[in-house]
């Protein structure tokens, strides 16, 4: 069965350096979405994305976060300039066209030090 | 605005007992609603999911769920649980721009 990927599993990163998250979606999937979940608290939307651009963002995406999709595959959560309080797991999802059903990887735990 | 209240942060039950896990929503239309499990240091696996075709929905592992609009809750439930039952479970709402708002989870242990 098709899964969604996430990599890397864990990152670990210093204060104000960028990082970049990946994800691949499974394949006839066109609606995209990353969330974050602090520890110990509820998973928050971050943003959608959708036919190459941003559907919808939260009021925590702010402007040190972007969303790409560089090569038609992967679909990517940069942060320019971390913050102690951007350690979180975020987790990516997916969702075909038809259906609000969405997949979720395995998620990538972020340590910013 | 849609959201999610799930009632009770902690459940603890005796493995074969029943499970009761309690989502009240608010929704300005019909919903979609889902319930997620999140074993520890996994993802989000889909349990089971409503859309209005049926009122008492079925899930894996033998989770289902039933949707109360006159009582707005979407309560889940099993009737024996299991060890490997222990996890997070989480009850989302998806909103009409498909994205989704997470109840803040209730955490059940499963005792011996």
């Known amino acids: 069965e098709p899964e969604v990927t996430q990599t890397p599993s864990h990152q670990v990163t210093q204060m104000g350096q960028e990082v970049i998250l990946r994800c691949v979606p499974i394949?006839?999937?066109?609606?995209f979405y990353w969330y974050r979940q602090i520890l110990g608290q509820k998973v928050e939307f971050l943003v959608s994305?959708?036919?190459?651009?941003?559907?919808?963002k939260s009021e925590i995406f702010d402007d040190q976060f972007s969303v790409e999709r560089p090569d038609g595959s992967n679909f990517t959560l940069k942060i320019r300039s971390t913050k102690l309080e951007d350690s979180a797991m975020y987790f990516c999802?997916?969702?075909?066209?038809?259906?609000?059903?969405?997949?979720f990887g395995p998620g990538t735990r972020l340590t910013v030090l | 605005a849609q959201s999610v209240t799930q009632l009770d942060s902690h459940v603890s039950v005796s493995e074969g007992t029943p499970v009761l896990l309690r989502c009240n929503y608010s929704?300005?239309?019909?919903?979609?609603l889902f319930w997620y499990v999140q074993h520890p240091n996994k993802g989000l696996q889909l349990l089971l999911k409503?859309?209005?075709?049926?009122?008492l929905v079925k899930g894996i592992n033998g989770f289902e769920a039933e949707f109360k609009k006159s009582e707005t809750s979407f309560h889940l439930t099993k009737p024996s649980a299991h060890m490997s039952d222990a996890a997070e479970y989480f009850c989302?709402?998806?909103?009409?721009?498909?994205?989704?708002?997470f109840g803040t989870g209730t955490r059940l242990k499963v005792l011996a």
């Open positions: 394949s006839n999937h066109l609606y």
């Open positions: 994305f959708y036919n190459n651009e941003i559907s919808e």
């Open positions: 929704s300005s239309y019909s919903p979609s």
């Open positions: 999802a997916t969702n075909p066209v038809g259906t609000d059903t969405q997949y």
């Open positions: 409503y859309t209005s075709a049926a009122t």
């Open positions: 989302v709402v998806s909103s009409g721009t498909y994205k989704y708002i």
